[in-house]
């Protein structure tokens, strides 16, 4: 039987999978409300295709609990937060899972960190708490890799990494992500798992502050910096990302700053890029006020940001651009701008609205700050008001770009 540990965003749909190809798999998270969620049959987050799993995977006898069980293998898929001061990685809930795993396990038993750490936190931070317990245990670390907005496709068909102190632990790992993984799976060691699943996101980062810089620049002489990135990206050897409106999620706004952090006198470029994406959102509220000041318009309530999550066709609002443009706004002690998301139907923060038309109806500027499908459906009833399109995705005339 397998135990995962943590059954959010990456914990659940990894379970799920287990459990629809044949695994015996209990899923254990320590929040009772989201436990009892998804024993009444309802998923806890939306992405395509995760119903027909959750249904496939109950129908094969998944178990949903808060208690740790007494397994041969368990899958620790627990958030890492950073501190926002150090830039370094909280592991804290890393160890407690490990802690209390090593309560339950038996000797031989096989740890697999799913959890995104900074390179070297199990040296630093696990090691130490097993060799207390005296357990004798096999530690693995497979990085997961899927992504928000397709994860159970990348699920099935991404390459994946496993870092195991033992090879023949990690090829027997192996073996059970191989019954639904159709990528390439590679067997390394612990500390180069670690090291490459912060990479991967870091290059991600550090090229979308490369478009972002570049934004900045053609901005500042009146150059089209969608039409320079077309053309740059026809050549064979260039492929530049695109600018937007800020970097957030819980992965390529977070992991980089890990190296920074244990890195600081080395990861100059990271650091660099990171203070690029992360002074985005402040970049485009002065874009709102140049924008605002050059048609006359002088009321900030009648200026609505559309779209609040992280990216396009997710629900989640982590480090989302938009939170952290309002949180900019604050601090300049502005009034708060109308917000609409079609995902975000709870209120969290003010001036939010839950209709498309009501909002429209209440503004005359609309800031495009996330592309969600809905809005790519709705032109028209954007007609006649002043827009800055964050995404270059609107065909209206007229639009200003960040
Ligand atoms: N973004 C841009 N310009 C771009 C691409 C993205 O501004 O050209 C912005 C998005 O709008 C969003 C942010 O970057 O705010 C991050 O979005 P994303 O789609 O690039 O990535 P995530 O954070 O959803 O998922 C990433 C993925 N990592 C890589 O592609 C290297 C995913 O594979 C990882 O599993 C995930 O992080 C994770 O959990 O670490």
């Known amino acids: 039987m397998i135990n995962i540990i943590g059954l959010g965003y990456i914990g659940l749909p990894t379970a799920l999978m287990l459990a629809a190809h044949g695994h015996e798999v209990v899923g254990t998270d320590y929040n009772q409300q989201l436990v009892e969620t998804l024993k009444e049959g309802r998923t806890t987050f939306k992405e395509d295709g995760l119903e027909e799993l959750f249904r496939e995977a109950v129908a094969k006898g998944i178990r949903f609990t808060t208690e740790y069980q007494n397994t041969e293998m368990y899958i620790i898929s627990v958030p890492t937060p950073y501190d926002r001061f150090s830039k370094k990685v909280d592991p804290s809930f890393v160890i407690s899972a490990v802690k209390t795993v090593l309560d339950h396990c038996p000797d031989g038993a096989t740890l697999i960190i799913e959890s995104t750490i900074s390179p070297g936190t199990i040296d630093k931070s696990v090691r130490p708490v097993i060799a207390v317990s005296g357990k004798q245990v096999n530690l693995v670390h497979a990085p997961e890799r899927i992504i928000p907005g397709n994860m159970v496709y990348e699920l099935l068909h991404n390459n994946r990494t496993i870092g195991a102190d033992d090879k023949a632990i990690g090829e027997r790992v192996k073996g059970i992500y191989a019954s639904f993984c159709q ?28 478009a972002n810089e570049l934004a900045r620049i053609c901005r500042h ?169 964050c995404h270059n995705i609107c065909p209206l005339p007229g639009v200003y770009h960040i």
């Open 183 to 210: 990528g390439e799976i590679v067997v390394t060691d612990i500390r180069t798992a670690e090291m490459t699943k912060v990479v991967e996101n870091t290059f991600r980062a550090v090229n979308i502050a490369f």
């Open 221 to 389: 002489d009146n150059m089209d910096v969608y039409e320079i990135i077309r053309i740059c990206n026809m050549h064979p050897r260039v492929n530049i990302l695109q600018p937007g409106p800020g970097v957030g999620g819980h992965c390529i706004s977070v992991d980089p700053w890990f190296l920074v952090g244990d890195y600081p006198s080395l990861a100059k470029v990271i650091d660099e890029s990171m203070k690029t994406n992360d002074g985005q959102p402040a970049y485009v509220l002065n874009r709102i006020h140049d924008i605002m000041h050059e048609r006359g318009l002088k009321d900030t309530a009648r200026v609505g940001l559309y779209g609040l999550t992280y990216k396009e066709n997710v629900d989640d609002v982590r480090e989302s651009p938009t939170l952290q443009l309002l949180e900019c706004q604050e601090r300049h002690l502005a009034a708060p701008l109308k917000v609409y998301d079609p995902f975000v139907t709870q209120n969290i923060v003010s001036n939010q609205y839950h209709n498309l038309k009501d909002f429209l109806n209440d503004v005359d500027m609309v800031v495009i700050m996330v592309k969600h499908e809905e809005i790519k459906q709705n032109w028209d009833l954007l007609k006649g008001k002043i827009i800055l399109d």
